[in-house]
């Protein structure tokens, strides 16, 4: 009934649009993995496991992952990232030197010493880098990085700031804000140019911080900290963190407050009692920062 031509045809007419829908749909998945990458992944790393050895909601340590390519503190960077994380963060930036964040930054160095072809670049104040250099890199807790090469070159290199200054930090401009914690702790506003977030790192009563949030542009989302029951208070004001009713307090210097505050650093044996006051507590537009989740911002 067809010649011979004719089919030749329909088939060529008919691979032409196979070829066409599937450079189409190449087309759509490049655009949606593009529109993907236009969010802020945000992932606050696991510290423990639970019963059944999967990771934990208590968090010991703290270390967050931004876009799997920059780490703010290294509580538990080495112990809980992804391989795609380990391949990828180069840029770590140091809220303050307590050791709940700064833990896993020698064994992070450590297992990729050999492999590094650039160096890792930790960001920290004058104050920051003394400390980590005087009681931790100093050859009698761990080895001093700074001063040993691998084939490639340098292992570690300081990127010093000031309190209050703007820094890059792999594609993301930091703005650091002081807090009211010891060792000249910093809290960041960090954008990526499309969004930004703010992270308080361990505070007491500040107000900076607060008041900078007026101000930055397409702030998405705020972490804060609230370590403490209301009970211990004592305890939180000798440590200069918060409980539920001080941060309900912080909170309400904000004014007007369009962006969500998910809660950090809850201590781990306090957990539920915080979360308990915090829901008493009913303050708008605010959740616990879940352990290991990506969220996108
Ligand atoms: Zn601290």
Not at 90 to 97: G, N
Not at 119 to 131: F, L
Not at 199 to 218: H, K, Q
Request: overall charge negative.
């Amino acid at each position: 009934m067809f010649t011979k031509g004719f089919v030749e045809f329909a088939l060529t007419k008919l691979s032409l649009l196979f070829f066409t829908a599937k450079s189409a749909i190449r087309f759509y998945e490049e655009q949606a993995s593009d529109s993907d990458t236009l969010e802020m992944k945000v992932q606050l790393l696991p510290s423990s496991i639970d019963e059944n050895g999967c990771a934990s909601q208590r968090q010991h340590l703290l270390s967050i992952i931004i876009d799997d390519r920059v780490a703010i503190d290294a509580g538990c960077l080495a112990f809980s990232c992804t391989d795609v994380q380990r391949e990828q963060v180069r840029d770590i930036i140091l809220t303050h030197p307590h050791l709940d964040h700064i833990a896993a930054l020698p064994m992070y160095i450590d297992d990729l010493f050999a492999m590094l072809k650039e160096p890792i670049r930790i960001h920290a104040t004058r104050e920051s880098i003394d400390i980590l250099e005087r009681d931790i890199f100093n050859w009698a807790v761990y080895p001093r990085f700074s001063e040993l090469k691998n084939d490639f070159g340098a292992v570690i290199e300081y990127h010093e700031f000031s309190q209050g200054t703007v820094f890059e930090a792999a594609h993301l401009s930091v703005r650091s804000v002081p807090v009211n914690h010891q060792v000249g702790s910093n809290g960041y506003f960090i954008s990526d140019r499309t969004a930004s977030i703010a992270i308080t790192g361990d505070t007491a009563e500040t107000d900076e911080i607060w008041r900078e949030c007026g101000s930055s542009a397409n702030l998405k989302a705020m972490m804060v900290e609230c370590a403490f029951p209301d009970e211990l208070d004592d305890l939180a004001e000798a440590s200069f963190h918060l409980t539920p009713k001080r941060l309900r307090a912080e909170l309400e210097k904000i004014g007007e407050r369009r962006f969500p505050v998910y809660v950090i650093n809850l201590k781990p044996m306090y957990r539920d009692e915080v979360i308990e006051q915090l829901k008493a507590e009913e303050i708008p537009n605010l959740e616990i920062l879940e352990v290991g989740k990506v969220y996108e911002f």
